[in-house]
């Protein structure tokens, strides 16, 4: 059964700092792996789509690796912003065909400082 | 309206009540999915239907029941719940192999 950890569970930082957000999963055959960011109470938005034969992929201030076969992968927030306080979730999809929802992680709650 | 959009956003109800939550999405995508978000767990799948048919049903309780009649809308139906199924339940909708989108969620509450 695959399972998504987290790390940190939390974080503050202050404002303009670079951050790393970690995600690894125990089963290494998955077919992508999304990062969403949800503010509280509200649903998920999603950030980046990261597929299984791709590195990395980036979006403004954002950027998404991915490991596959160390089952790991990290967001990297540039020059973060009081805007990025939110938590950010990591989920992944499996290869069964049969199979299309995400297992997700916890979360990682961010508090950027003004 | 674009996305994919869930009412009511907000719902208190009794054990004894029946209600149903609606999801709707604009985005031509063929894949729809119910999850459950409780405190202090992750997200978890309910349902998954493709083309409206039933795909997965992660050992749901009977007294949740999905109803899919066409590819953009989805419902949840409610009866007999019980105080622990409070949560945040999210609508989530893709096109195979691609990224899912997510609803704002509707926030019940049981009482």
């Known amino acids: 059964k695959q399972e998504v950890t987290q790390i940190p569970a939390a974080l503050s930082v202050p404002e303009g700092e670079n951050l790393v957000l970690n995600c690894s999963f125990t089963?290494?055959?998955?077919?992508?792996l999304q990062w969403f960011r949800q503010d509280p109470g509200k649903g998920l938005t999603s950030l980046l789509l990261?597929?299984?034969?791709?590195r990395e992929q980036t979006s403004g201030r954002l950027n998404a690796s991915l490991d596959k076969s160390s089952g790991r992968s990290t967001l990297y927030i540039a020059a973060s912003q009081p805007g990025d306080s939110a938590t950010y979730l990591c989920?992944?999809?499996?290869?069964?065909?049969?199979?299309?929802?995400?297992?997700f992680g916890s979360g990682t709650r961010l508090q950027v400082q003004p | 309206e674009t996305g994919v959009t869930q009412t009511p956003r907000h719902l208190v109800m009794g054990m004894t009540n029946k209600k149903s939550l609606k999801c709707e999405q604009h985005?031509?995508?063929?894949?729809m999915y119910w999850y459950k978000q409780s405190a202090k767990k992750p997200l978890e799948l309910m349902f998954v239907?493709?083309?409206?048919?039933?795909?997965e049903n992660n050992s749901v309780p009977s007294r949740f029941s999905p109803e899919c009649p066409n590819s953009s809308h989805l419902f949840l139906h409610l009866h007999t719940l019980q105080p622990e199924d409070s949560a945040l339940y999210l609508c989530?909708?893709?096109?195979?192999?691609?990224?899912?989108?997510f609803g704002p969620g509707t926030r019940l509450t049981v009482l």
């Open positions: 989920a992944v999809r499996g290869m069964d065909t049969g199979r299309r929802a995400l297992t």
């Open positions: 089963d290494s055959a998955i077919y992508n």
């Open positions: 239907y493709n083309f409206k048919e039933q795909t």
């Open positions: 989530a909708s893709s096109l195979p192999g691609s990224e899912q989108f």
């Open positions: 985005l031509g995508h063929n894949a």
């Open positions: 990261i597929q299984s034969s791709q």
